[in-house]
């Protein structure tokens, strides 16, 4: 389970700009998490839940967007979107040529945060 530590990096980023800017608490931090990053979100939140105890952020709420898998196909040059976590063809033309745009994101938007 690599959400685990992928929870733990999430973290140390919190801890370290947290630390850096003077912020004494952490009540949400948003992600933004594509469909075809190969993160389980609710492995991940689970994880979370688990290193952020003890911490600055230990009542923190994870919030997490989702970003659909997104390409162009290199056969038709049609850009497309789907809602599935994975593509292997074109939607608009049926070719497996294609350069995926979108959906293997991994980011931290928004801390929300108190001072000191």
Not at 6 to 13: E, N
Not at 17 to 38: D, P
């Amino acid at each position: 389970m690599h959400e685990v530590s992928i929870a733990q990096g999430i973290l140390d980023i919190i801890i370290e700009n947290s630390e850096r800017h003077g912020f004494r608490k952490v009540n949400s931090v948003t992600l933004r998490i594509g469909r075809a990053s190969g993160i389980v979100v609710d492995a991940l939140r689970f994880a979370f839940e688990i290193v952020k105890k003890d911490t600055i952020a230990s009542e923190a709420e994870l919030l997490i967007e989702e970003i659909p898998v997104g390409g162009v196909c290199l056969n038709c040059n049609n850009s497309f979107t789907t809602e599935d976590n994975y593509i292997l063809e074109c939607p608009h033309c049926g070719g497996i040529s294609f350069k995926i745009t979108k959906g293997r994101e991994l980011d931290i938007i928004e801390l929300d945060v108190e001072d000191i």
